[in-house]
């Protein structure tokens, strides 16, 4: 079993910042591409930036400038560093990764997510 626990949400003032986390732990070989993803009541969930193995991000056209994905592979964590937060960035993070897990087979994992709050 793999697991993934997010923590770092909560009530922001607009233009401000916040950093998520996402940590993995349980039967874990290797992990791929880690993503964040958001979703408000009502719509789809959203992806918001991911990042591979070695590093390489990519973000929603939403977010590219503000949000900074990173990773530290040996703590088998994913972050999201948010910045110039306005108040449409409300809603439920998700973190997502791709895992090898001991049995050789890989499987996609999410978080229980953790809300995010921008106040105008």
Same mark, same amino acid.
């Given at each position: 079993?793999?697991?993934l626990v997010e923590s770092g949400g909560g009530l922001v003032q607009a233009g401000g910042?916040?950093?998520l986390s996402c940590a993995a732990s349980g039967s874990i070989q290797s992990i791929n591409t880690m993503a964040w993803y958001r979703q408000t009541p009502g719509k789809q969930r959203e992806l918001v930036a991911t990042i591979t193995s070695g590093g390489s991000s990519n973000y929603a056209d939403s977010v590219k400038g503000r949000f900074t994905i990173?990773?530290?592979?040996?703590?088998k *964590? &994913?972050?999201l560093q948010m910045s110039s937060l306005?108040?449409?960035d409300t809603a439920v993070y998700y973190?997502?990764?791709?895992?090898?897990?001991l049995d050789g087979w890989y499987r996609n994992y999410w978080g229980q997510?953790?809300?995010v *709050? &921008?106040?105008?």
């Open positions: 079993q793999v697991q910042s916040l950093r990173s990773r530290d592979n040996y703590k *964590t &994913v972050y306005k108040p449409e973190c997502s990764a791709n895992v090898k897990t997510g953790t809300q *709050t &921008v106040s105008s």
